[in-house]
């Protein structure tokens, strides 16, 4: 990632990227830098094509086609799925792709072990987008108030992101209703986080297994309702349910072992306080029950996998049934 702000900075383009990786908010943010670097807002030299029925001949036609009136063009190819197959042709061709064309890719997909991904390697540069740290995020969050001229505290930071979670293009929507809504005011606050911060679907997901413990199925049921009216599939509910039930089986192995939560929020890869709060949460279960419970959801993602219950029907259960062991 530094290589690819260091090229845009620098204006020192290569003449083929590879954009890939786990963090969309990031390829699309560096798919459009390099093309304002490369292009301007020029749009007669940009051509772009998208999805896995793109013919290779049409791409490298385009990038055959000198620029009109201007010194680059820029060809943005998406998702075609030629880093797993079908790209030895582009790959053939970029060694002779003239200098004056920029050719992107942003893929979803890739083999390292491809031609075409080799080729772009030593041509050009291959970037590997990965979900930030929560560190790395806080400190872009602060960045981003700061060029709106407002400030904020590391540890109002950390509950920035802690509420929100690690989805940049929910972070970024989060802070330009911050920006709104803080007004003429410059220093962000707690109070402000309240007031406007959507919570983490982790969060709510939290909140339920919490409910789950100490048998309040009603409101088990209305943050499962809420997860259900943010979209959330009820496979990836079940899922988060799991894990969650993992953290507290890990956080009371490792309880046994020390009694520093900073250690324990180490092995977890959370911040401290979330240790606390799995402590209090995992006292209304032994470690069968969670075991139990961990059971309950993989059998609960079976049924769906192998067509035996519908999404909602085995999500619903699967609350039912751990409330009522709980």
Do not use: H
């Amino acid at each position: 990632m530094k290589q690819l702000a260091e090229d845009i900075r620098s204006g020192q383009l290569k003449k083929v990227y590879l954009l890939f990786g786990d963090e969309p908010f990031l390829i699309r943010s560096f798919k459009w830098q390099l093309k304002a670097a490369a292009v301007g807002e020029d749009t007669m030299n940009l051509q772009v094509f998208s999805g896995k029925k793109i013919d290779p001949q049409d791409v490298i036609a385009a990038a055959d086609t000198m620029p009109m009136f201007a010194d680059r063009r820029f060809v943005l190819v998406e998702n075609s799925g030629w880093f797993k197959k079908e790209g030895k042709a582009v790959a053939d061709y970029l060694p002779e792709m003239p200098e004056t064309t920029m050719l992107v890719f942003a893929e979803t997909d890739v083999d390292k072990r491809s031609a075409l991904y080799k080729q772009v390697a030593n041509l050009g540069y291959a970037a590997e987008l990965r979900k930030q740290t929560p560190a790395t995020l806080e400190t872009w969050a602060a960045g981003i108030l700061a060029k709106s001229g407002k400030k904020i505290t590391r540890e109002a930071a950390s509950d920035f992101v802690d509420r929100v979670g690690d989805d940049m293009f929910r972070l970024r929507n989060e802070l330009d209703k911050l920006i709104s809504y803080l007004g003429d005011r410059e220093v962000v606050t707690r109070e402000d986080l309240d007031a406007v911060c959507v919570p983490q679907v982790t969060g709510r997901v939290f909140d339920m297994v919490g409910a789950i413990s100490r048998r309040d199925r009603r409101m088990a049921m209305e943050l499962y309702a809420e997860l259900l009216s943010l979209r959330e599939p009820p496979m990836r509910i079940i899922s988060l349910i799991g894990r969650q039930y993992q953290q507290l089986l890990i956080c009371m192995d490792e309880a046994g072992r020390t009694a520093d939560p900073n250690q324990i929020a180490k092995v977890l890869g959370v911040k401290p306080f979330v240790v606390q709060k799995l402590r209090q949460v995992g006292r209304g279960y032994s470690r069968a029950d969670l075991e139990n419970a961990l059971d309950a959801c993989v059998r609960a993602e079976t049924s769906i996998k192998n067509g035996n219950m519908r999404d909602r029907t085995a999500a619903e259960l699967l609350i039912l049934e751990l409330s009522a062991k709980a």
